[in-house]
Nanobody, 123 residues
Framework: QVQLVDSGGGSVQAGGSLRLSCTAS????????MAWFRQAPGKEREFVAG????????LYGDSVKGRFTISRDNAKNTVYLQMDSLKPEDTAVYYC????????????????WGQGTHVTVSS
């Protein structure tokens, strides 16, 4: 059974940084494109960033470009989201997701989801 475990969330002041991790088990990690989504209270789920199977092709949502960086380590079955220059509007539950397609885009089909990790940014 495929499992994705998100971690690394917490509370931080505006301008600070956090690094989220998502570790996968139960499947061949390198066969999946990976992405991060987020959902704030009362808002729709939003695509944050995606990375292809080999870690080369990356895509970012407009609201996080230049501040967030997605990366993956296939040897560790882990995808990361480095979040810098955090803003209060980044407050949300962040979820990682795995797609059997080669690229992780907002419109890709995602087959597996993590349980989510909370990020709170105070002003």
């Amino acid at each position: 059974q495929v499992q994705l475990v998100d971690s690394g969330g917490g509370s931080v002041q505006a301008g600070g940084s956090l690094r989220l991790s998502c570790t996968a088990s139960g499947h061949t990690f390198s066969n999946y494109a990976m992405a991060w989504f987020r959902q704030a209270p009362g808002k729709e789920r939003e695509f944050v960033a995606g990375v292809g199977r080999n870690g080369v092709i990356k895509l970012y949502g407009d609201s996080v470009k230049g501040r967030f960086t997605i990366s993956r380590d296939n040897a560790k079955n882990t995808v990361y989201l480095q979040m810098d220059s955090l803003k209060p509007e980044d407050t949300a539950v962040y979820y990682c997701a795995a797609s059997r397609t080669s690229r992780a885009t907002p419109l890709s089909e995602y087959n597996y989801w993590g349980q989510g990790t909370h990020v709170t940014v105070s002003s």
